[in-house]
C-alpha cells in the first residue's frame, strides 16, 4: 500500500511540475534524487560526471513533466528511464569508463551502506533473482546486459544477433514479467 501511495504522490507531484510548481520539482527531487544517481553513476563510475548528468535528468523533468502518461508507466520508470538515456547520451559524449590512478583512492569518499540497508538490499536482490531465473535465458541475458552493463538496446540488439525492434520488444516483455513477479 505505502509504494502506491508513492506512486499516487510521485504522479500528482509530476502533474504539479507540469503546471509550473518549483515546489512540486522539490519534492520529485527529494522523492528521487538517491535512485536516479545510483542508476548514473552506474552507467558512468564517475561521480562527477553523474552529478551534471542528475541535474540535466532535472532541468529535463521540470521541461518534459507534462508528457508523462501514467497509463504508460510508472512515474519512477519513467524518471529512471530518463536518467539511464541522459547517462548513455554522455558516456557516448565523454567516451567509454577512463582509469584512474590508484592514488586518487585516497580521495574518494567511504559511501558504504549501514548494515540494514545492505540486508533491504540482499533481500531485494534476492527477489529480483528468483524473478530472473523465471525469465528465458536469452531475456534474462539481455535484460542484464541493459540495465546492469549500461548498453543501449543497439549495442544489445548486436550483442544477440536480432534487429533493434526485437530486442526493445524481448525487454519490454522480460520487464513486464519482472514487474508481475515482484508484485508491481
Same mark, same amino acid.
Given at each position: ?7 499516487? $504522490?510521485?504522479t500528482?507531484?509530476? =502533474?504539479? &511540475? ?9 519534492? &520529485?527531487?527529494?522523492?528521487t @534524487?538517491?535512485?536516479?544517481f545510483?542508476?548514473v553513476l552506474r552507467i ?5 560526471e ?7 535528468v532535472?532541468?529535463s523533468v521540470?521541461?518534459k513533466? #507534462?508528457t508523462?502518461?501514467?497509463n504508460r508507466?510508472?512515474?519512477i520508470t519513467?524518471?529512471?528511464t530518463m536518467?539511464?538515456n541522459r547517462?548513455?547520451?554522455?558516456q557516448?559524449? +565523454? #567516451? =567509454? =569508463?577512463t582509469?584512474?590512478?590508484i592514488? !586518487?583512492a585516497n580521495e574518494?569518499?567511504d559511501?558504504?551502506e !549501514?548494515?540494514l /540497508?545492505?540486508?533491504?538490499r @540482499?533481500?531485494q536482490?534476492?527477489?529480483?533473482? +528468483?524473478?530472473?531465473d523465471?525469465?528465458?535465458? @536469452?531475456?534474462? %541475458?539481455?535484460?542484464? $546486459?541493459?540495465f546492469?552493463? /549500461? %548498453?543501449?538496446y543497439?549495442? &544489445?540488439?548486436? +550483442?544477440? #544477433?536480432?534487429? $533493434? /525492434?526485437?530486442?526493445? @520488444?524481448?525487454?519490454?516483455?522480460s520487464?513486464?514479467?519482472l514487474?508481475?513477479c515482484? /508484485?508491481g
Open positions: 500500500m505505502d509504494a502506491d501511495i508513492s506512486r499516487q $504522490t510521485l500528482l507531484n509530476l =502533474r504539479r &511540475v507540469a503546471g509550473g510548481d518549483r515546489s512540486a520539482l522539490q519534492d &520529485v527531487y527529494d522523492a @534524487s538517491s535512485k536516479l545510483g542508476v558512468l563510475n564517475d561521480r562527477s553523474a552529478e551534471d548528468v542528475l541535474q540535466e532535472y532541468i521540470w521541461s513533466a #507534462g508523462f502518461d501514467e508507466a510508472s512515474p519513467w524518471l529512471a536518467a539511464r547517462a548513455i547520451d554522455r557516448r559524449q +565523454v #567516451g =567509454r =569508463r582509469t584512474r590512478p592514488d !586518487d574518494v569518499p559511501d558504504a !549501514d548494515g /540497508g545492505a540486508v533491504l @540482499s533481500e536482490t534476492s527477489r529480483l533473482d +528468483v524473478c530472473m523465471q525469465l528465458e535465458d @536469452s531475456q534474462a %541475458r539481455a535484460i542484464r $546486459t541493459a546492469f552493463e /549500461g %548498453r543501449t543497439e549495442d &544489445v540488439a548486436k +550483442v544477440f #544477433g536480432v534487429p $533493434t /525492434g526485437t530486442m526493445k @520488444s524481448w525487454i519490454r516483455r520487464l513486464m514479467k514487474k508481475a515482484l /508484485g
